[in-house]
């Protein structure tokens, strides 16, 4: 059945309540508002003002005593509304829940589900646009989730709120209205690997998330032109998934790296990095990467479009390595 | 309060200051490295507060928690085995003395980021709410974190949803080397917990009676469910903030006058004049107590070191590392 994005994460949201009285989801305007982009919407008047919780301001607060009540037995889903306000929480995540498992001795763990929504896109400017999911992926003790597919959006945060380790969610701001198709189970799911969303065999394009329907777009173009490319789905950004990425280079003998995130010391860094170390040998061109201009985000349409990989700027990047 | 439990309060701030004491030696020695931090001086707070702990109730401290782990029913053994990094120690070596943790015994560390366990706390003691068990949490930390913003969104909250968690607050009037006065516009913590609609009450944290006395009142009025309590204990520490600490920032004349106060000596001999204690028994406390030191430093020396091989384990929980809520 076809539903958004949006109605993928309730439909998720709702279900994990539903199954286990444990989860509750806590955040700024979840409740009463709706949720600030309307994927709770509904969600209050079901489960009531204790597990659809309103909290203040207070990213850092209520991050911390989303890590408290994973440790004294509860589920909790911490929404923080833009993965820029997750900066005000970024010393109780980076800090504490990444840490507290190893510190322990590994007698504690924290079985915390933090979403945020991610990206640009919406002329919304600097504040409001980061991509730093890569970022995070830098640390060692959190699981970092981003669906680019309704299907993800649907299945992935089951798995997370199962998972005994925090685990980060992003969703990207531009895909809360997209439509597709979404199995009605979750038989066979898994959040954990990346996915060949189309095969083919002279380039592989790596993508996830935001940057993941124009990069299917891309390759459907350069399809036509008769270039067979390949697009794989990271989904997980940690742990990354090595042997997919190899496997799609080893293949294809040309990589693209198709990241939201700015270039220097990036996660399509790492993945560069990651092939020259594992595949250096199968490769027939040097990896190229395709991600955010190193500004901070402007607010006109005309630059932000320019500032972020578009699918023309992915067609021309490949037509050009495979010239 | 009996003559036996005052008696016992003697006793729990004898063992803490004892262990610190070693700790120190030890330290000299090059046995333990890293950060030590020592409670010298601030016995009697969580003497008095622990006495009202209970075996399900949750405790969260700072980087100068030994003595709460102790009070908490760690093992010294395990506490010093820990100091000494070694696999027996209660993180296994892999907290030190900053991250002394227990699952068993529901001590959630040792958070040594000013203020990071105050949310903590109160995530707790929502959790204990959420699924209606008789649990208070009972958190600890120093003035310095009431600067941090993040003890202002915690008490709100905490506040806000009436929840079973007392708050500690140690003020040893230094912030490492920054004194209070010189770094808060509002110098009453109790006064910024009102703030926040939550009952407060000064203690005097130089003596143990006082800080006993009033932690249970706290108890009391936060197990009827009125929500937070917040206990501001005016204290000392005796010692540098750290071993690194050179003491550039008070005058040794201040730190003499407060040891005039020391909370050992003045209950010690309180309990002595009025008969309630004999020089004997105190002796006895101080014999038992030095052979659980002496026996605690043994067991840590003679611990294991985790093999190097075993680094990795314990990032992700779930593959080979045991526990999970």
Redesign the interface.
């Known amino acids: 059945m076809k539903r958004t994005y949006r109605e993928a994460l309730r439909e998720a949201i709702d279900e994990a309540m539903q199954k286990d009285e ?1 989860v ?1 989801l806590m955040g700024e305007d979840v409740g009463a508002y709706g949720g600030t982009y309307a994927v709770s919407k509904g969600l209050l008047a079901k489960y009531g003002p ?1 597990r659809i919780r309103d ?2 301001l ?1 990213e ?15 589920r ?1 889903i911490v929404e923080i509304m833009t993965v820029n306000f997750s900066l005000l929480a970024l ?2 995540i980076v ?2 829940a990444a840490v ?10 924290v ?1 915390l589900v933090i979403r945020m929504t991610t990206g640009g896109g919406r002329q919304l400017a600097a504040q409001h646009s980061n991509a730093l999911e890569g970022w995070y992926a830098h640390i ?2 959190l ?1 970092i989730l981003t669906p680019g597919t309704v299907e993800d959006a649907r299945y992935m945060l089951a798995q997370a709120l199962e ?3 925090p685990v980060l969610l992003f969703e990207h701001a531009m895909l809360l209205n997209s439509e597709q198709d979404c199995p009605e189970t979750a038989e066979g799911f898994d959040a954990w690997h990346a996915r060949i969303r189309k095969p083919g065999t002279r380039l592989s394009l790596i993508a996830y998330g935001g940057m993941l329907p124009r990069t299917l777009e891309a390759a459907e173009t350069l399809k036509g032109d008769g270039l067979d490319v390949e697009v794989l789905d990271l989904r997980c950004l940690r742990p990354l998934d090595d042997a997919a990425i190899i496997a799609s280079v080893r293949k294809t003998h040309r990589a693209l790296i198709v990241d939201e995130g700015w270039k220097s010391g990036s996660l399509s860094a790492e993945i560069c990095a990651r092939i020259v170390e594992q595949a250096f040998y199968d490769l027939d061109a040097p990896v190229q990467r395709l991600c955010r201009r190193e500004v901070p985000m402007p607010y006109a349409k005309h630059l932000e479009d320019a500032a972020i990989p578009q699918a023309a700027d992915i067609v021309a990047k490949a037509k050009e390595m495979l010239r | 309060m009996d003559k036996a439990w005052r008696g016992f309060l003697l006793k729990t701030m004898l063992r803490i200051r004892r262990m610190e004491e070693l700790c120190a030696e030890l330290y000299t020695q090059e046995k333990i490295r890293g950060f030590l931090h020592l409670y010298i001086g601030e016995e009697a707070v969580a003497s008095g507060v622990m006495a009202h702990v209970r075996r399900q109730d ?1 405790v ?1 401290a700072t980087y100068r928690e030994h003595g709460h782990a102790l009070l908490k029913g760690i093992p010294a053994s395990a506490i010093m085995a820990e100091m000494f990094g070694r696999l027996d ?7 030190g003395s900053m ?1 002394l ?3 068993e015994h529901r001590f ?4 040594a ?1 000013v203020g ?1 366990g ?11 709410k ?2 209606g068990e008789d649990r208070l ?1 009972f958190c600890f930390f120093g003035e310095g974190a009431v600067a941090e ?2 003890f ?3 008490a ?2 905490a506040a806000l949803w009436r929840l079973p968690v007392v708050f500690c607050c140690e003020n040893n009037r230094y912030a490492m080397g920054t004194a209070l006065e010189r770094s808060e516009s509002q110098t009453s913590m109790a006064a910024k917990a009102r703030a926040y609609a939550i009952d407060a009450l000064e203690v005097d944290g130089m003596d143990g009676l006082d800080c006993y006395d009033k932690s249970g009142h706290a108890v009391e009025s936060v197990r009827s469910g009125a929500g937070p309590f917040f206990l501001e204990f005016n204290t000392y520490r005796f010692r540098p903030h750290s071993m690194f600490d050179p003491e550039l920032y008070r005058g040794k004349a201040e730190v003499d006058a407060w040891k005039k106060h020391c909370p050992i000596a003045t209950l010690k001999a309180r309990l002595l004049t009025e008969g309630a204690l004999t020089e004997a028994q105190v002796a006895q406390y101080a014999a038992d107590i030095e052979q659980e030191m002496q026996s605690a430093v043994a067991f840590a020396q003679a611990s294991p070191w985790e093999p190097a091989a075993d680094l990795e ?6 593959r080979d ?5």
Do not use: W
């Not at chain 2, 384990?313 to 779930?318: D, I, M, P, Q």
């Open positions: 444990r509750f204790e909290t203040p207070s850092l607060g209520f991050t911390g005593i989303g890590i408290g009540a994973a440790l004294g037995g509860l909790p010393d109780q800090n504490s507290l498992h190893h510190m322990s001795g590994g007698q504690f763990n079985p060692p003790g699981k998972d005994p380790n | 949750s969260i120690g209660c993180s296994r070596g892999r907290g991250h943790f227990s699952r959630f560390g040792g958070n980021i990071g105050i949310p903590q706390a109160v995530g707790l003691a929502l959790a204990a959420q699924l949490t913003g993040v202002h969104e915690s709100n909250l384990r314990f990032v992700y929980a779930g590392s045991g526990g999970s809520a």
